[in-house]
């Protein structure tokens, strides 16, 4: 679905985008994750041909995206940072306008709009709309032609809690129909729970690249921490793997003396800033 191999690119006369190669297979749910600055819009704007003086190779759907034709856009919907709404229009009036601009057939536009909880507010114009609408709107506009690829932009900041939840069933969803999704984000929960796959990007390069799951067990051994009462309350931790030969977790347990006994595992923020030494903000 997308061959990126030995990418290199610059706004100015420094380099930016350093020796990038990856690939993201049909179906899968591929996230870049990094703090502020670190390239991921960027990228994501090259793979979408809107950036096309880059070095290396860029194929999308097995087109060169430096030399994409206008077709190229039929099978990719893009859910970039900031909304691209006419404010004047209302939201039917956009989504109406924008599906025009497709030789595919639209979604239904009043279904999508009642998924996302945007039906009553439909014809109210666009610059009546809140931060958080805004992007449920343009998060639509980017499924309206049903493309293969879906392109998103830190899609999620903004939302409240619900709304995010909703966001991202509708992104399972099209997941679960065989879509490809580039998703960006800086919330590691969210990454954790969708991406098959995450590149760790900072500094325009990509530090690590793998599934969460992996990346979380190629480091830091998991724990267990355990309580109990002797002269006060007692904590101690121990590696999972030595459990059997702690003798004193043994003999709480044979005693059934213990108050409370955990595992845990780092998160993915753990790994992000043990790999990369940088926290994600
Ligand atoms: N049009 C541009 N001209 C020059 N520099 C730019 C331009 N757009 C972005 N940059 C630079 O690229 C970096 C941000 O890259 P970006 O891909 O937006 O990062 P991220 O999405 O990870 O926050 C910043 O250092 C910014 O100054
Ligand atoms: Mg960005």
């Known amino acids: 679905m997308i061959t990126v191999n030995n ?18 297979s049909r179906g899968e749910i591929f996230g870049f994750l990094g703090p502020s ?3 991921k819009s960027t990228l994501q704007k090259i793979l979408t041909g809107m950036l096309p003086d880059y070095q290396g190779q860029v194929q999308v759907h097995g087109v ?52 996302m909880g945007l039906a009553q507010d439909a014809d109210k114009r666009v610059s009546e709309y809140s ?7 343009n998060f639509i506009k980017a499924l309206l032609h049903d493309p293969a690829l879906l392109c998103l932009d830190e899609p999620t900041s903004g939302l409240d ?19 490809t999704i580039l998703l960006t984000t800086h919330n590691m929960q969210d990454a954790t729970e969708l ?25 830091g051994a998991r724990t267990v921490t355990y309580r109990w009462q002797e002269n006060g309350e007692q904590t101690a931790v121990c590696a999972l793997d030595e459990i059997s030969t702690d003798q004193r977790l043994q003999m709480l347990i044979h005693d059934n003396r213990l108050l409370s006994i955990h595992s845990s595992e780092p998160t993915l923020n753990d790994i992000f800033m043990d790999i990369t030494g940088r926290a994600l903000v």
């Open 131 to 137: 931060k958080g609408m805004k992007a449920r709107l």
């Open 37 to 39: 600055g670190a390239g």
């Open 64 to 115: 060169e995206c430096k030399k994409h034709k206008k077709d190229f856009y039929e099978n990719i919907g893009v859910d970039f940072e900031f909304s691209t709404m006419y404010e004047k229009l209302t939201a039917r009036e956009n989504l109406n306008f924008f599906s025009s601009l497709y030789k595919k057939k639209s979604k239904s536009i009043e279904g999508l709009l009642e998924k």
């Open 195 to 219: 991406c098959d796959r995450v590149a760790f990007i900072v500094g325009g390069q990509i530090m690590a690249l793998d599934s969460p799951h992996n990346l979380i067990m190629s480091r």
């Open 161 to 179: 809690p619900t709304n995010n939840r909703l966001m991202k069933d509708m992104i399972l969803e099209e997941k679960a129909k065989g879509k």
């Open 7 to 24: 990418l290199n690119y610059s706004y100015t006369d420094k380099p930016f985008i350093r020796d990038m190669s990856f690939r993201v």
